[in-house]
C-alpha cells in the first residue's frame, strides 16, 4: 500500500500524542493501516480495519516478527459513510476511539515511548484529514 501520510514526532511518542484520519470507504476492498514506528523500523502499534469481514485488527512487529494479534470483532465503521478515528496515547495504552466511541485499548508492547518517532497511514483510498497533535493530558487530580 503506498504512504498516504508520513510525521515524525519530535522527541518520540510520550505520553499525550494524538492522531486523527477521517475517511471513507467505498468498497469492502478498501484497506488502509496506521503504523507508529520506532526509530529502528519496528512497529510498536499496527492498526488495521478490515471492512471485508468487519474485525480491527492490533499488532506489533518486533525482533523481525509480528506478535501475537489482536482481533476486535466490533466494527462501527460502514461502507460509504464518513468515519473519524482517533488514536491517543498515553503512558501504558494506545486507546482507539472510532465516531468519538472508545472501541479498543492495545498495551503498550514497545518501550522505551520515546523510541517511537514516526507515524504512518498507508491506504488505497484518500483521507480528507489526518493530523498528528500533542494535547494536554488530565491526571485524575486534577493536574494538566
Known sequence: MPVQFEAFCSGGLVPGWSLIVQGQ??????????????????????????????????????????????????????????FEIEIFSDSEYFHVFIQENKVAQYEHRLKPLASITKVQVL???????????????????GRL
Open 123 to 141: 491506504n488505497d483510498l484518500r483521507f480528507p484529514l489526518v493530523e498528528l497533535s500533542k494535547k494536554r493530558l488530565y491526571l485524575g487530580d
Open 25 to 82: 470507504s467505498n468498497s469492502k476492498d478498501d484497506e488502509f493501516e496506521i503504523n507508529f514506528l520506532s526509530e529502528s523500523g519496528e512497529i510498536a502499534f499496527h492498526f488495521k480495519p478490515r471492512f471485508s469481514n468487519g474485525t480491527l485488527i492490533f499488532n506489533s512487529f518486533q525482533g523481525s516478527r509480528w506478535g501475537e494479534e489482536e482481533v476486535y470483532n466490533v466494527f462501527p465503521l460502514e461502507l460509504k459513510e464518513p
